[in-house]
């Protein structure tokens, strides 16, 4: 059955540990814009690429890479600072989620408190935007957040999907709901929504089959099953996985 383009969910690959491998060994390989590219070629709708502030995956110059080669369009995650403004704005990417950032974290924990950071962010978000640049936050299902990022004009917010795919059972049930509901308020109030963190081949059918969502960026699980199949196959896989769900 084919997919028409106002139901099909988008991909959005994440290739920060393409970039983790290659920085262990400081070599130029494997190369996270080869990745991407391949990415692209295999269904990908979008590459994600987070540059930190401590540059322990993605590089400045990965980024300058992918900004210029990518033939699809690159979401830049980035923690709400003027050094990750000022290289927004420099490069353009189509789309800049601003995410919660600790030097100690081993990945993003949790959303952002868009809410509490609402005089920060607003200024920031009024430049993205007159950049043509899509922003996106990516915060908890929660109704608070919503409201704060209708209030700060973001036109997209990711949900955090990571404490649904950490739970089971009813729980994980529960969250499911929480995702639901958020995705349909977002939508009742014009945000568009999207969803990631911690989505796998397991976990992922239920979360692409909630219909207000316009996109999933998934990562690390991709990558780390690229090193048994491949990256192409397994980035259609995933995209099967999605399609069948709608």
Do not use: W
Not at 35 to 44: F, I, K, Q, T, V
Not at 219 to 228: C, K, P, Q, R, V
């Amino acid at each position: 059955m084919s997919i028409s383009a106002a139901t099909r969910l988008r991909l959005g690959v994440n290739i920060d540990h393409v970039a983790t491998v290659r920085n262990a060994r400081g070599s130029g390989y494997p190369d996270p814009v080869r990745a991407a590219l391949l990415a692209a070629d295999a269904g990908a709708d979008g590459i994600t690429a987070h540059l930190r502030e401590d540059r322990r995956h993605i590089t400045d110059d990965d980024n300058a890479r992918l900004s210029a080669e990518l033939p699809i369009p690159l979401n830049l995650e980035m923690a709400a600072t003027d050094e990750m403004l000022a290289i927004a704005l420099r490069h353009r990417p189509h789309a800049a989620c601003i995410v919660p950032e600790k030097r100690e974290e081993l990945t993003t924990e949790g959303g952002l408190d868009a809410a509490r950071q609402h005089n920060r962010l607003a200024p920031m978000i009024r430049e993205l935007v007159g950049a043509n640049i899509r922003v996106s936050l990516f915060i908890e299902p929660d109704p608070r957040q919503i409201e704060a990022a209708l209030s700060l004009g973001a036109p997209v917010v990711e949900l955090h999907t990571g404490r649904y795919c950490a739970l089971s059972g009813e729980e994980q049930s529960a969250e499911l709901r929480r995702i639901a509901d958020a995705a349909a308020l977002a939508v009742k109030n014009g945000i568009e929504p999207h969803a990631g963190h911690g989505l796998t081949f397991d976990n992922v059918l239920p979360i692409a089959a909630i219909p207000q969502l316009a996109e999933l960026n998934i990562g690390h699980f991709l990558i780390g099953e690229a090193i048994f199949d491949g990256l192409a196959p397994v980035v259609r896989r995933m995209r099967d996985l999605m399609d069948a769900a709608r």
